[in-house]
């Protein structure tokens, strides 16, 4: 299986801060990536698909980068509904995984 | 609405089986896949395969082979998910998800765009 690799696991941040969430693939994974967003108690929400296509009904705020093994999720104004744990996820082979998650704290 | 609406949560013993329902409205169910990922208590994420609404044809991840099953009953736009054999480290929540296609010699997963609720499962002795 293709391992997902996200750094960092936590991030302290405060509102309106730029932050920059990486993923890396263990091997080449393309385009293919999508960026998730998970609140506790919540379903995870799709932000990114294709690495840096943004879903219907995101906010502009995020944005994604990269192909190959290298990958960013970046929110470019922190706002309060941003808190969460995000994860990377590969869909280029035929099994796809997650990264094991960044959660997003109040500094 | 696009909607997918589980079934609610249940309490196991250790080796029986569990099948949570996923009923999907407001789209062509067939269009689409329906993967099902679940998450453990503090954990991440885990994906567990995926079912073709279209033909019934199943992608499972190699940790669950053997021991779950995934199918669908286009008559009412429902999908199942059965895992076997249960273990206490299968306490999770299970999630179905609306899952896009993309050819790539033969039809294969993209990203997940619309999620249910979720299901509690808890095995317990």
């Known amino acids: 299986d293709i391992q997902m690799t996200q750094s960092p696991s936590t991030l302290s941040a405060s509102v309106g801060d730029r932050v920059t969430i990486t993923c890396r693939a263990s091997?080449?994974?393309?385009?293919?990536l999508a960026w998730y967003q998970h609140k506790p108690g919540k379903v995870p929400k799709l932000l990114i698909f294709?690495?840096?296509s943004l879903e219907n009904g995101v906010p502009s705020r995020f944005s994604g980068s990269g192909s190959g093994t290298e990958f960013t999720l970046t929110i470019s104004s922190l706002q309060p509904d941003d808190f969460a744990t995000y994860f990377c996820q590969q869909y280029d082979s035929h099994s796809p995984t997650f990264g094991q998650g960044t959660k997003v704290e109040i500094k | 609405q696009v909607q997918l609406v589980q079934s609610g949560g249940e309490v196991k013993k250790p080796g029986a089986s569990v099948k949570v329902s996923c009923k999907a409205s407001?789209?062509?169910?067939?269009?689409?896949?329906i993967s099902w990922v679940r998450q453990a208590p503090g954990q991440g994420l885990e994906w567990m395969g995926w079912v073709s609404a279209n033909n019934g044809h199943t992608n499972l991840a190699q940790n669950f082979q053997g021991r779950v099953a995934m199918t669908t009953d286009t008559s009412t736009n429902t999908v199942y998910m059965e895992l076997r054999g249960l273990r206490s480290d299968d306490t999770a929540v299970y999630y179905c998800?609306?899952?896009?296609?993309?050819?790539?010699?033969?039809?294969?997963?993209?990203?997940?765009?619309?999620w249910g609720q979720g299901a509690m499962v808890a095995v317990s002795s």
């Open positions: 294709k690495a840096s």
């Open positions: 998800a609306r899952l896009r296609l993309r050819w790539n010699y033969g039809w294969t997963a993209d990203s997940s765009d619309v």
């Open positions: 407001g789209y062509t169910f067939n269009s689409y896949g």
């Open positions: 091997q080449n994974i393309n385009s293919w």
